[in-house]
């Protein structure tokens, strides 16, 4: 969250209770989150709930309420809760730890180093430049490559985060270049981070944590390229669409706008010409590409793939683009971050908490007309992430739960995972409620703040549950994934 507290910093807000809450955030969540766990704790026990599955209720909330409020770094907070799971015998370290001896966790790791290796050589900012070069002509034009180059870069980097900072890398110059105002400037540095989101439904790779878990962890079928592609990307390619359409109907462009050429061939020319660990990127990458695309003929999981690709660019003569300094590229508090997210669907499901949670929630049945469905599991999953904030936590705790709540109606637990994982990740009111555009906010970032991104998510309410109920339903049917 600390991108977070340097927007307000930076932005000093009104006198009164806002202004308190500001400066006093962590402290109120961290006597919020206390209350929350104590009170579930040693609260009679309910009907149906085990008490493994009370304490990782009260444990859980604890953690989520934590990140929320950003009371402490999420990975401490993730820590803490990995931990506190195991000493109070909640569930055994080898069940609160699974992921760590699963394929998923070592797709996020290769996707770090991948995520280094293309922005070391180089090869993602040739890729931007070129592209704007050729196919840049104007303001709207800016807006849209967003999305385009998000989707390409997605196929050399699976991880949003750094695709959006090399994108805003590039931005940057052509925003000091043609000397915009502020708030057009705040608007495509919104644009780079908030096309992230759909432009990452695409491909499998388009987020190494969130598309894996939501197909694998939760959808409970083995993971697929080309099986993500055909459930999701055309999905994936509307939403993009759809959320531009959105952007260039709220964000009008400036009245002058005129693209710095010259100044981005300039960049480009002093790259020269292409390296020879660029070269060794692409290679090594496509044969990357090449293992994810036929996984179907040797059922080697992407994350074996991305590892062996990713220690494929260390080794003399053929890689030599990663060095050891690149392990700092690896997020260590997002991969404990990952863990305790999905430990929490994880736990809950081993503790009963899953089941309990769907039972008291939601209704008793689920509706029997699919897109009925849909608009439960929509505006459930919704309203939940804008409590909770958490992509990763409410996918944790929603997804098992629908999942649950759709046990018998006929509807694939691979259609409910994707409708949360839709719903949660594509919309968003604040900066927190999504940390692929937390990131972006503030001054080092996208040069945004909490109201543009209001600004946007007020539309993104209809949008997503156009996306869910007007698209992927159809969609679904169309290809025989719901009968």
């Not at 040693?42 to 009370?54: S, V, Y």
């Not at 105002?181 to 608007?187: C, T, V």
């Not at 929603?398 to 637990?413: D, M």
């Not at 555009?437 to 991104?453: F, H, R, T």
Request: charged fraction near 10%; include cysteine.
């Amino acid at each position: 969250m600390s991108s977070q507290a340097s927007a307000i910093a930076q932005h000093p807000q009104p006198a009164g209770l806002s202004h308190w809450f500001g400066r006093n955030r962590s402290k109120v969540g961290l006597f919020v989150g206390l209350i929350i766990c104590l009170s579930i704790w040693f609260m009679p026990n309910p009907a149906g709930l085990p008490i493994q599955g009370q304490h990782c209720l009260a444990l859980s909330l604890l953690a989520v309420t934590w990140w929320a409020f950003g009371v402490i770094h999420p990975g401490y907070t993730s820590l803490l809760l990995l931990v506190s799971w195991v000493l109070t015998n909640t569930a055994q370290p080898a069940v609160v730890f699974r992921l760590w001896t699963s394929p998923m966790m070592y797709l996020v790791i290769g996707g770090y180093l991948l995520a280094a290796a293309v922005e070391g050589s180089g090869l993602g900012r040739r890729i931007a430049y070129m592209f704007i070069l050729k196919y840049v002509t104007g303001y709207r034009s800016i807006i849209a490559s967003c999305y385009i180059l998000g989707f390409l870069l997605s196929i050399l980097i699976p991880h949003p985060w750094p695709r959006s900072f090399m994108i805003m890398a590039v931005m940057a110059i052509v925003i000091r270049s043609a000397k915009l105002e502020p708030k057009f400037a705040a608007q495509i540095g919104l644009t780079v981070f908030a096309a992230s989101c759909p432009s990452s439904m695409i491909l499998l790779t388009g987020d190494s944590t969130l598309n894996v878990v939501a197909m694998g962890q939760f959808g409970g079928v083995p993971i697929s390229y080309l099986g993500w592609l055909w459930y999701m990307g055309v999905p994936g390619v509307l939403a993009c669409v759809l959320l531009f359409l959105i952007q260039i109907w709220f964000f009008p462009a400036p009245a002058q706008f005129e693209i710095p050429k010259d100044e981005v061939r300039s960049l480009l020319e002093k790259l020269g010409k292409t390296s020879s660990n660029e070269k060794k990127v692409i290679g090594w990458i496509a044969l990357a590409v090449v293992f994810w695309v036929t996984d179907f003929i040797h059922h080697v999981h992407p994350g074996w793939i991305a590892a062996a690709a990713a220690l494929g660019m260390t080794l003399p003569f053929l890689g030599g683009v990663l060095k050891p300094g690149d392990w700092n590229k690896v997020n260590l508090g997002s991969l404990f971050f990952l863990t305790a997210a999905l430990g929490i669907g994880t736990v809950g499901d081993v503790t009963g908490m899953n089941k309990w949670v769907a039972a008291v929630v939601l209704p008793s049945h689920a509706p029997a007309n699919i897109f009925v469905f849909a608009l439960v599991v929509t505006a459930f999953a919704v309203i939940i992430h804008m409590v909770l904030g958490s992509v990763l936590a409410v996918m944790g705790i929603v997804t098992p739960a629908i999942i649950a709540f759709s046990a018998g109606s006929g509807v694939s637990p691979l259609v409910a995972s994707l409708l949360v994982y839709t719903a949660v990740n594509q919309h968003y009111l604040l900066p927190f409620h999504n940390m692929a555009i937390l990131v972006g906010e503030g001054e080092q970032g996208g040069g945004y703040g909490s109201s543009e991104v209001l600004k946007l998510g007020l539309p993104l309410t209809i949008f997503v549950f156009i996306l869910t109920i007007g698209i992927e339903i159809p969609w679904w049917k169309l290809i025989g994934l719901i009968p």
